[in-house]
């Protein structure tokens, strides 16, 4: 795996501005931060307060190593958002990163999701380098609503970056994955989307 890729995935702290743009959507115009009230949810495992680091899921069990989580630092204090990346060293090896944001309710969150998973498609030139461009991609099917792309070619190392975004009711999601390998990829895009799904209000 590129180390120039490992290296950019791991130490950004936003990746694509999305999380500044999910505030502007839910706090409205002005600048009056809105809040995000929680709520309980079903699910396993079960949680009672469905908050954005709550939803962020355990990957041990695909092979994925948790390595950093928190809260994104273009986000105000007030938007219920969280980050996570991950890493995998055993074959096949993976990099992945999970951005999840509570929104105050499904219209806002659909908004949200109309509004940004178009912007996904310009990947940020400071995380896979100013080359990378991405194109449509097979989307997994899973969530209220779902959209996917993928770099229109690998790098020097043979890696693909997968992103998907998702709407699990008001909570909006963007998942990055690098791997060499669609098939696998898919696999694991489906397993962290269902984790997902599972946690979310």
């Known amino acids: 795996m590129s180390p120039r890729v490992v290296a950019r995935l791991l130490a950004a702290t936003v990746v694509t501005g ?11 115009s002005d600048d009056t931060p809105g809040t995000v009230a929680n709520v309980t949810v079903t699910g396993s495992p079960a949680v009672t307060t469905a908050t954005a680091a709550e939803i962020i899921p355990k990957l041990d069990d695909l092979g994925l ?3 950093q989580q ?3 630092a273009a986000v105000t204090s007030s938007q219920d958002a969280a980050i996570a990346q991950y890493q995998k060293t055993s074959a096949p090896a993976m ?5 999840v944001s509570v929104l105050p309710d499904v219209p806002t969150a659909t908004t949200t999701f109309g509004t940004l998973s178009e912007a996904l498609r310009n990947i940020p030139p400071d995380l896979f380098g100013v080359a990378a ?12 609503q779902s959209r996917a792309f993928i770099t229109a070619k690998p790098d020097g190392q043979g890696n693909y970056v997968f992103t998907d975004s998702y709407r699990f009711g008001r909570t909006f999601v963007i998942t ?3 791997a060499k390998n669609p098939d696998d990829a898919l696999k694991t895009r489906k397993a962290i989307a269902e984790k997902v799904k599972a946690r979310a209000p």
């Open 95 to 99: 990099l992945a990163r999970v951005e």
């Open 18 to 28: 999305a999380f500044s743009a999910i505030g502007a959507v839910a706090c409205g």
């Open 133 to 144: 461009t991405q194109i449509d991609n097979t989307s997994t099917g899973i969530g209220d």
């Open 70 to 72: 928190g809260k994104p």
């Open 65 to 67: 190593t948790l390595v």
């Open 176 to 178: 990055y994955l690098v």
